[in-house]
């Protein structure tokens, strides 16, 4: 039923995916979104059992077993910062981070600040020493909304002006919540003329990824809201599409 109904969608809300060739002719810069153990490796999860089903607090942490859209997400997120980096071009790292005494309705507490699940991914911990990276610990789900500093000023703001950066390229997970609000004010600041010079912001993907709560498994847990992974993931997409976004399926780069 489910894979008639992603048909359906696929047809009816048709999400038009390009390809993006970087090049040093457009300044551009990667943000990865909560590349975090706490929603990517698995096992690392704050896991609850509820109505005798193991689920992840209702919500995404990390995966019970080997989930290959958020695998597939983790490898191509580590490939292009190694190799965005390995080329000097600007990474900028969200991980989630939590205060334990500060909550964030309606999700249970998660990725709190100090333990191994507010930690990016064992293959992207080498960032933390990394000089080309700016990594900002994020308390709620809109990343651009946590960049905001005491004084004011706004530290992904300042990344893009500082860098003259003309295209961000965004993966991580989830696709239709942190991906998406992250990508829908970054092109509202755009638009009002606050991140200049930017001008694109591209969403890959293949890079991206979400949570599955099926159908099945919801409707035993009392309050629980289904998350189908696919369905999800795909209207995350769309989302961020409408909001003026590029989704692109492919990332290359052009050759030196």
């Excluded at 489910?2 to 048709?14: A, F, G, I, Q, W």
């Excluded at 490898?75 to 080329?87: D, G, H, I, T, Y």
């Excluded at 992904?156 to 002006?161: E, G």
């Amino acid at each position: 039923m489910m894979s008639t109904t992603m048909d359906l969608l696929k047809k009816d809300l048709t999400v038009e995916e390009g390809s993006l060739v970087l090049s040093q002719d457009v300044k551009t810069g990667l943000v990865l979104v909560d590349v975090v153990n706490g929603f990517c490796t698995v096992g690392a999860g704050n896991l609850k059992w509820l109505s005798g089903v193991l689920v992840s607090s209702l919500f995404l942490q990390a995966p019970r077993q080997p989930d290959k859209q958020i695998s597939d997400m983790v490898e191509e997120s580590v490939r292009l910062a190694r190799l965005f980096c390995e080329k000097k071009w600007p990474v900028f790292a969200f991980i989630d981070s939590h205060h334990p005494d500060i909550p964030e309705p309606p999700y249970p507490p998660h990725c709190i600040a100090g333990t191994d699940e507010a930690r990016l991914v064992p293959a992207l911990q080498w960032l933390e020493n990394e000089p080309n990276a700016t990594l900002k610990c994020k308390d709620c789900i809109d990343g651009f909304l946590a960049s905001i500093e005491e004084d004011g000023s706004n530290l992904f703001v300042d990344w893009v002006r500082n860098n003259q950066i003309k295209a961000i390229l965004v993966v991580g997970i989830c696709t239709d919540i942190c991906v998406l609000d992250f990508v829908s004010s970054a092109l509202s600041a755009r638009n009002r003329r606050i991140l200049t010079p930017l001008e694109d912001v591209i969403v890959y993907s293949r890079a991206c990824a979400t949570y599955d709560l099926p159908v099945h498994v919801a409707r035993n847990i009392n309050g629980a809201l289904p998350h189908p992974q696919d369905l999800m993931h795909h209207i995350g997409l769309y989302m961020a599409k409408g909001r003026g976004a590029r989704i692109v399926s492919e990332v290359s780069f052009a050759a030196v």
